[in-house]
């Protein structure tokens, strides 16, 4: 099976990949129809009943679901002609191989083999190889995709439930299950333990406790309601609106390092307010999905923007990535795509319908707070220090201590909400910081307990030697692109859980950047910013999508007039990620951004021995 694994990736790895897009593809469309059925029940035909939906509005929704399925019978085709070819040409080669060792044989062996014998490795024993790859293959990855998305399914949407302690948990139960299965149980844990206490693993554990107490600082600082109370005062409305909530999540997210709770945060207070000044409703859901994910991108205190540093190292200085740098590098992709998105959002967010602007500035002003804006101190503070020290531990320590005293002084905090007794246990943003990245490490440390197992295997260097000496890695685009294309796989399988994803990938990662002399900057950029596009917004199995819906879903219980969002619309509108990933595919086929690694480690354009 690992020879022939080898064949097929080493002639067919694009034509491997691209089978399994359209094996997630087919399954999407064979699950979307699924669960269509159930709206089409429950929420159209009730609706129409009831005399709150319309055939318009079934139309509408049924004008997306042919396009699912339309891509869905598409991906399928290309699929099974992808998997003729790949089984042919590997048939081919195998057969080709075979004569040709044949050739070198002795006259003795053809003297004690039958012909027939000799023939049947060449017909029958080979074809069976072919239907191996061909059919066997891709129904047990459609099997296992289907599961993984009907999982997916169940647990955002049933049971409406995403937590890093679940994934915490999900991932120490692979580590019991898999030391059952492994032949030496002693070595088997000393692997999971060396990969634990990694140098790199260590040092990200430290640095999200500490950004954590920051991030909630900023959220007890109120930055939001600042940015609420900013935008009652210009007075917009329709498009205006949806760019300004655009702008504003990018701005708490790069500020908390969440974007989670950033979305946790803006959906109660600016979606409803939006709907009732003219927003459109799935432009202004993309608008929120969208700031959170840039907010995660190029927040210097982002779970995902720390991993992307911390696991590219330097090749002719010690260490790893400085975030500074990482951040100061990967801006201009974000920010073009950011434009782009904001102008869209402008021109197409609003609804043109009535606006009730008394009902949305009673909402507005119940969360409005103007002294939040204050706590953007504190962020720029930490930017500034981050980037004259280069040390993020230095610049956290500065905004923290600078961001408590503008808070105290400013009334925004008291000594409480530091640390105190609060409802009779210890609370405050310390606390709080504290636990609320406890699942994060505690399944990034999962991560690296798996990675040090695959090491202690040989797999992970096998991959990685594969991936060195694959056709594809000969050019520096090819490299770049199996490091796009496996992070995003990556977080894609983790639910789009981009920071674990990164730990994960990482590693082989900065190995074919090193064979190609990448400087660290823009692996972590490649990294950090394909995992915020797709894997973001694929409706099926984007933790981002399903939480959007929820909270969309609970604010159904309070306000009338907000009404349910499709999934497949919400990801068409999420306009920052398509945007983000066209201006990296662009600078994957230019070359736009791409530095080298200087003697000294400091980012050159080309290498001295490289010709342009």
């Excluded at 640095?207 to 005062?233: E, H, N, P, S, Y």
Aim: aromatic share 10%; hydrophobic share 50%; glycine share 12%.
């Amino acid at each position: 099976l690992k020879r022939l694994m080898k064949i097929v990736f080493e002639n067919y790895l694009w034509q491997f990949i691209a089978v399994i897009v359209c094996i997630v593809v087919t399954a999407y469309a064979t699950i979307q129809s699924s669960t269509f059925t159930r709206d089409l029940v429950d929420v159209y035909i009730a609706g129409i009943q009831k005399g709150t939906k319309t055939m318009g509005d079934l139309a509408n929704a049924m004008i997306p679901l042919g396009c699912v399925l339309a891509l869905g019978v598409a991906a399928s085709y290309i699929r099974q002609r992808l998997m003729v070819s790949v089984g042919q040409g590997t048939m081919l080669k195998i057969r080709t191989d075979l004569f040709t060792h044949m050739e070198s044989l002795p006259i003795r062996y053809f003297d004690t083999h039958s012909h027939g014998d000799i023939m049947s490795i060449y017909t029958n024993d080979v074809d069976t190889l072919r239907q191996l790859i061909s059919q066997s293959f891709p129904n047990i990855l459609i099997s296992s995709i289907t599961l993984f998305v009907v999982f997916c399914i169940l647990f955002f949407v049933v049971f409406k439930t995403f937590d890093m302690m679940h994934l915490c948990m999900g991932g120490y139960v692979a580590l019991i299950i898999g030391s059952l299965l492994s032949k030496n149980w002693g070595k088997y844990w000393d692997a999971v333990a060396t990969g634990m206490s990694s140098k790199i693993m260590n040092e990200l554990a430290l640095i999200l406790l500490i950004v954590g107490m920051f991030g909630k600082l900023m959220t007890r600082g109120g930055v939001a309601q600042g940015f609420v109370w900013l935008g009652d005062k210009i007075g917009l409305s329709g498009g205006g609106f949806v760019a300004f909530t655009f702008i504003a999540t990018c701005v708490i997210a790069t500020a908390t390092g969440t974007s989670i709770g950033t979305m946790f945060t803006a959906f109660p207070i600016l979606y409803p307010s939006g709907l009732l000044l003219g927003a459109d409703p799935v432009f202004l859901a993309g608008a929120i999905l969208s700031g959170a994910i840039f907010g995660d991108n190029v927040g210097p205190i982002s779970d995902t923007t720390i991993a992307s540093a911390s696991t590219q190292e330097y090749t002719n200085k010690p260490g790893v990535a400085d975030v500074a740098g990482v951040v100061g590098s990967r801006m201009k992709y974000a920010l073009v795509a950011a434009a782009a998105a904001t102008i869209c959002f402008a021109l197409f967010g609003g609804s043109g319908s009535a606006i009730n602007a008394a009902e949305a500035e009673a909402i507005l002003a119940q969360y409005s707070n103007p002294k939040g804006l204050i706590m953007l101190i504190p962020v720029a503070i930490l930017l500034i220090v981050a980037f004259i020290k280069r040390n993020i531990y230095v610049a956290c320590t500065w905004g923290l201590i600078s961001g408590t005293i503008i808070g105290l002084v400013s009334g925004i905090l008291v000594p409480s909400d530091i640390m105190g007794m609060q409802d009779g246990t210890l609370g405050g943003f310390l606390i709080d910081g504290v636990n609320n990245m406890i699942g994060t490490v505690g399944y990034l440390y999962a991560i690296a307990g798996i990675i040090g197992i695959l090491n202690a295997s040989g797999l992970l260097q096998q991959v990685i030697d594969g991936l060195v000496h694959s056709k594809l890695n000969r050019s520096v685009v090819g490299t770049e692109v199996i490091i796009s294309v496996g992070l995003m796989v990556s977080s894609i399988c983790l639910g789009s859980a981009n920071g674990p994803a990164i730990i994960m990938w990482g590693p082989i990662a900065n190995d074919l950047g090193k064979s190609k002399g990448l400087h660290p900057y823009r692996r972590a950029n490649l990294m950090d910013g394909f995992g915020s596009t797709l894997p973001a917004v694929i409706p099926v199995t984007s933790a981002f999508i399903f939480i959007a819906l929820s909270c969309i879903q609970g604010l159904m219980d309070t306000y009338s007039f907000v009404q349910e969002v499709s999934p497949v619309s919400l990801a068409g509108a999420s306009l920052h990620c398509w945007f983000l990933f066209v201006a990296l595919a662009v600078a994957v086929i230019t070359g736009w951004g791409r530095k080298y690694e200087g003697p000294n480690g400091e980012p050159v354009k080309a290498l001295p021995a490289q010709t342009k």
